[in-house]
């Protein structure tokens, strides 16, 4: 092996050379390796589903999809769309006149998914929303913790 | 190197001996005991049936300790009766988890049984059965299956879907859990219990606890279980039609709106009582026109924390109800035992006692009791406890004679004591105040302690962040962080903390009542006095979060 | 008299020790225990593997069926879950052996070797919970995860590796078979290979040095102590298998969890951690240990040679391991049988 003080400047360049491009070979192989570990997610469970049609959202109220584990607010001429999957453990929470309430274990959540007390400790979560051809869509995954409000004012028929 | 070995230790073989000894012992008596448990019932063969339900094969064992469909055999004997008989039904055909439930798949009594917990797939055994009639069939009046179609009936009749949303029956109510699958996730059992005891889990459940019999509660659970998350009786046609409709059962054709939209369930009028809701036999006179209106459009908003949903009605059942309610729940309250004793009185002393206390009686012992220590019949499923009279001197002597004198003149808004100032007359309140005081309270009416004054309110007040972090230390445990009155250990309380978002309750109060309240506590109920923790910014900076709770947005 | 190295064996295997590394005390044979559960895990697991199916309404039906109506079925069953559960606490007293004696001087690479193994160990005994699909399985492993994720940055991105997505779903199940019986497995037995083969490298036993020049052969009497560790243990193992029955609860009910859910006993610690604070208890405090006892050989200034039990030198250092460890086994007992309906504090009578 050639000693790295007695190495010329030409054998360093081919090393680096030969180390750069088997590294970035595996490095390339290793990163789809890991999407495809990680994409279980993208798919099976997340991706945009049809809910209802826009014009059947009553204002100021929250309409519960229990199928679905959401329910759509709306404020005026703004929907958003909440989870109805508890944050302690994951049941469904029903929708009741002042917000909302998990009957496993009595965690009371108000109309924008605060919540107001029991066993759970974080707010309900959001899900993304858009319209599409006179119907309201959601993202089943990919909650975040701040609303998304779709404006209605734009009219129905927007994409 | 050492020609001999020094120090050999030969406790290694004694060692290596006896683990041999133990490992082999044991591997022999694992397969001896294994073999034998391996030895089942009925000469040693597996049954193993595949049936097909509605199209789902469905694989079981459970004729291997039941051959024929009969009682369980041991060991080698002989099955001795087949399955009763379910003409037109065959057992040969539907298997048998089918209809008793259980896990086909397990060959162990306790596991084939159903496992102890939810009890979601517990086996169903003689009557219990008729909770799967109507997996398959649909719901009708069914010989056979008598207790579960009456337990349709009573939840229907006893307004159970006013709360509770099950597939099938429309509007539904969702202020309860959707009961639509339940029978899927909770056992028979589970269900009933759920029914008789409702504050057992989750501790702040608002269900009430309706008066139904043993056998009542049977019929209504046998219902409930019914209900599937694949039920067999409709094909994916059907649903997707929209055809698929638990039939209505429609009130008698001279029932009166009351009992058509089965208010009775819960309140009562006159005669009829359904012992969980207040009285409505002189609401008309109580509450105006306006406040009936608007209650029963959102009952929550006008007292919050009711338990009453929202009862969907067309305008013309609306129309009727408040027609019946103006004009005939009016009083003037009927004590006709009392007004036969009395005789000429003059407005003082002689014998208020029988009048007052029939009054008490009739209006209302429904909510403060008999004994007045306020654990009325209702009690358990109104918003607000109601004041105790019993017990609790303290409170009424600090409060003035003129506020207790409103509070049955106009009512307290934003809970459930309503105003009685048109229903009963000026005398006849003093009288029942008298009452009070003599039956319960148990201090002389005109006796009022001295009440220290309030702390200043200071020019400059508290920084708002201040005033959270002093709220967050002090309140939230009891009224949360919402204010909404259920902190962490609101359920130890009773009365529970107040909930300080009841807007129309905060509305008719005085910023002076409130200092008052968070200085000196209220007598009777958790709230402690904060007169000495607090300096008199802090405690006006409080009374201003405070109020933040009830003007908040909407 | 060392005969000559002649089979595989013999090659693992200094052909001669000291008297002293022959005694039981000096390592209390927790690493052949450790080795043996792991080989019955095995054995039963490959067994196993010919009649389970990961799929969410399958998983439940094969467990009863194994369990019930398999001849010896329930045998292997309580085989496996015995000995999944033994090999943790026995790589754990094994750990706290080695740290306790000093016997990680000079050997950071087979500590950190070692450190990995405890990791994969717990990962496969998380996996492997969840394949029952009954209503604790699920649960716990709910639990499980959503502690993973209060972990900043990393947590999320284990827990979408782990669950297939963002929470427990039709990916959930296949994955973790595949982890638990595949991926995992795998990189133990690749490990433990490097572990053991590092021991040799680094001169056998840690309790060897200092002792006079007297050694023996280690045919026989190596072979012999360890496979008297061994058969014991698996004597141990298969009386336990007759009494006690790996539990089996109803179907997991996705909507209806048990009040309260509870992750897997060894994880049941940092629950209980968490459930006083979320931060400190689920990111600091576990971060801390594991630093600890990823770095310890290297703060470690002593000059005490391995292999002896609680050297004065070493004092401050174990006694803050065991301060650690009794600390994390009060949280667990905690957990495990102090805490009711949504975690209050209970007492068990």
Same mark, same amino acid.
């Given at each position: 092996?050639?000693? #790295? ?8 360049? #081919? #090393?680096?050379? =030969? ?9 390339? =192989?290793?990163?789809? =390796? ?23 959202? $009553?204002?100021?109220? *929250? ?7 959401? *329910? ?7 929907? *958003? *769309? ?9 049941? =469904? ?31 309900? $979560? ?20 701040? $609303? ?12 | ?554 | ?114 450190? +990995? ?40 991105? +284990? ?51 200092? !002792? ?19 058969? %014991? ?16 609860? !109803? ?28 931060? %400190? ?10 630093? +600890? ?57």
């Amino acid at each position: 092996m050639t000693d #790295r003080k007695t190495m010329n400047r030409r054998e360093w360049l #081919r #090393r680096l050379f =030969l180390y750069g491009t088997i590294g970035t070979t595996f490095a390339a =192989l290793g990163g789809i =390796l890991i999407d495809v570990w990680l994409a279980a997610g993208r798919f099976s469970a997340a991706h945009w589903t049809d809910l209802a049609p826009l014009d059947l959202m $009553p204002s100021d109220g *929250a309409v519960p999809f229990p199928e679905k584990k959401v *329910a759509v607010i709306r404020r005026g001429d703004r929907l *958003a *769309a909440l989870s109805l999957e508890c944050t302690h453990l994951g049941c =469904l929470v029903n929708t009741v006149d002042q917000g909302f309430f998990c009957p496993c274990h009595g965690s009371q959540f108000g109309p924008l998914g605060e919540v107001w007390s029991g066993p759970a400790s974080r707010p309900l $979560p959001w899900h993304a929303v858009r319209a599409r051809e006179g119907r309201l869509w959601i993202h089943t995954a990919g909650k975040r913790p701040a $609303p998304e409000w779709l404006d209605l004012g734009a009219g129905p028929g927007r994409v | 190197m050492n020609p001999t070995p020094v120090n050999e230790p030969l406790w290694i073989n004694r060692l290596l001996t006896a683990a041999a000894v133990l490992a082999c012992l044991a591997a022999l008596a694992v397969l001896f005991v294994g073999w034998e448990r391996g030895r089942h019932h009925h000469h040693g063969l597996i049954a193993d049936l595949t049936v097909n339900l509605g199209g789902r094969p469905q694989r079981e064992h459970c004729t291997t300790c039941h051959p024929g469909g009969g009682p369980a055999i041991a060991g080698e004997e002989h099955a001795r009766h087949g399955h009763p008989n379910i003409v037109p039904h065959s057992p040969e055909r539907l298997g048998c988890t089918g209809c008793h439930l259980g896990e086909g798949m397990a060959l162990d009594i306790q596991i084939s049984h159903g496992l102890p917990g939810l009890g979601a797939r517990t086996v169903l055994k003689g009557k219990e059965l008729q909770a799967s009639c109507f997996r398959c069939h649909e719901l009708r009046p069914l010989p056979g299956a008598e207790r579960a179609w009456n337990g349709y009936r009573l939840f229907l009749e006893k307004a159970c879907d006013t709360c509770h949303h099950v597939a099938g029956l429309g509007e539904g109510g969702r202020f309860g859990p959707d009961l639509s699958t339940i029978g899927s996730h909770l056992g028979l059992a589970q269900i009933e219990e759920a029914i008789r005891e409702p504050k057992k889990a989750p501790e702040n459940s608002i269900m009430p606890r309706f008066p139904l019999s043993g056998g009542q509660v049977t019929q209504l659970g046998t219902f409930l279980k019914s209900r599937v998350k694949d039920p067999l009786y409709a094909t994916p046609m059907q649903v997707q039609a929209g055809r698929v409709a638990l039939p209505p059962l429609p009130p008698a054709a001279d029932a009166g709106i009351l009992q058509r939209k089965k208010c009775l369930a819960c309140h009562q009028f006159g005669e009829e009582d359904g012992r969980i809701a207040p009285d409505l036999t002189y609401i008309g006179a109580q509450r105006s026109a306006d406040f009936l209106v608007e209650f029963l459009a959102n009952p929550a908003r006008l007292i919050p924390g009711a338990v009453m949903p929202t009862i969907p009605m067309s305008e013309e059942e609306r129309a009727q109800l408040l027609q019946l309610l103006t004009t005939e729940a009016v009083g003037p309250v009927s004590v006709h035992a009392a007004e036969e004793t009395e005789s000429g009185h003059d407005g003082h002393g002689e014998a208020p006692a029988p009048l007052a206390k029939h009054l008490y009686m009739a209006l209302c012992q429904r909510c403060h009791a008999a004994a007045g220590d306020g654990f009325g019949p209702i009690q358990p499923n109104l918003a607000g406890f109601p004041r105790s009279f019993k017990g609790n001197p303290e409170f009424f002597r600090r409060t003035e004679d003129e506020r207790l004198a409103k509070s049955i003149e106009n009512g307290i808004p934003g809970t459930s004591m309503p105003p009685y100032g048109r229903l009963l007359e000026l005398e006849n309140r003093e009288r029942l105040l008298d009452l009070l005081f003599d039956a319960f309270i148990g201090v002389p009416r005109h006796d009022k302690a001295e009440l220290p004054p309030l702390p200043t309110r200071p020019t400059v007040s508290l920084a708002p962040p201040k005033a959270d972090t002093l709220f967050g230390s002090l309140c939230v445990r009891c009224h949360g962080v919402a204010g909404t009155g259920t902190g962490p250990e609101h359920l130890q309380h009773l009365p529970r903390p107040r909930n300080l978002t009841n807007r129309p309750y905060f509305a008719a109060l005085s910023n002076e009542r409130i200092a008052r309240t968070v200085a000196d506590g209220i007598h009777g109920t958790a709230m402690p006095a904060f007169r000495e923790e607090l300096k008199s910014e802090e405690l006006w900076a409080l009374v201003q979060k405070v109020r933040t709770f009830s003007e908040g947005r909407e | 008299m060392a005969r000559a190295q002649r089979n595989f064996l013999d090659h693992l295997h200094a052909p001669a020790v000291s008297p002293r590394a022959l005694h039981p005390l000096t390592t209390l044979g927790l690493g052949i225990a450790a080795l043996t559960c792991l080989g019955v895990l095995l054995v039963t697991g490959l067994t196993l593997f010919l009649y389970y199916v990961p799929e969410q309404q399958e998983a439940y039906e094969r467990i009863l069926h194994i369990t019930t109506t398999l001849h010896f079925g329930a045998l292997v069953r309580n085989l496996h879950f015995l000995a999944a559960n033994a090999l943790v606490i026995l790589a754990v007293l094994h750990l706290s052996r080695v740290f306790l004696t000093g016997s990680y001087r000079g050997r950071w690479l087979n500590w950190c070797y070692g450190l +990995f193994l405890l990791l994969l160990i717990l990962a496969a005994n998380f996996t492997g919970y969840l394949l029952p699909w009954d209503q604790i399985s699920y649960w716990a492993i709910k639990v499980g995860s959503s502690l993973v994720g209060y972990y900043p940055l990393i947590g999320p991105v +284990f827990q979408t590796f782990l669950l297939g997505g963002e929470e427990i779903g039709p990916e959930t199940l296949p994955r973790a078979f595949a982890l638990h019986a595949g991926a995992i497995p795998l990189s133990i037995l690749v490990l433990s290979a490097l572990h053991l083969w590092r021991i040799r490298k680094d001169g056998g036993l840690a309790a060897a040095s200092e !002792e006079p020049d007297d050694k023996l052969p280690a045919a026989p009497w190596l072979y012999r102590a360890e496979g008297a560790v061994a058969l %014991l243990t698996l004597a141990v193992l298969l009386v336990l298998a007759l009494f006690v029955d790996a539990p089996i609860y !109803e179907r997991a009910d996705p909507l209806h969890p048990p009040n309260p859910a509870r992750a897997p006993w060894y994880f049941v610690g940092v629950q209980e951690m968490v459930s006083h604070s979320a931060f %400190l208890g689920g990111v600091v405090a576990p971060t801390l240990i594991a630093l +600890f006892l990823l770095l310890a050989p290297l703060l470690d200034r002593s000059h005490a040679p391995g292999g002896r039990w609680f050297t004065r030198e070493r004092g401050w250092l174990n006694l803050l391991f065991l301060a650690l460890l009794l600390s994390q086994l009060a949280c667990i007992v905690v957990g495990q049988w102090l805490r009711g309906s949504n975690w209050k504090f209970v007492l068990p009578f």
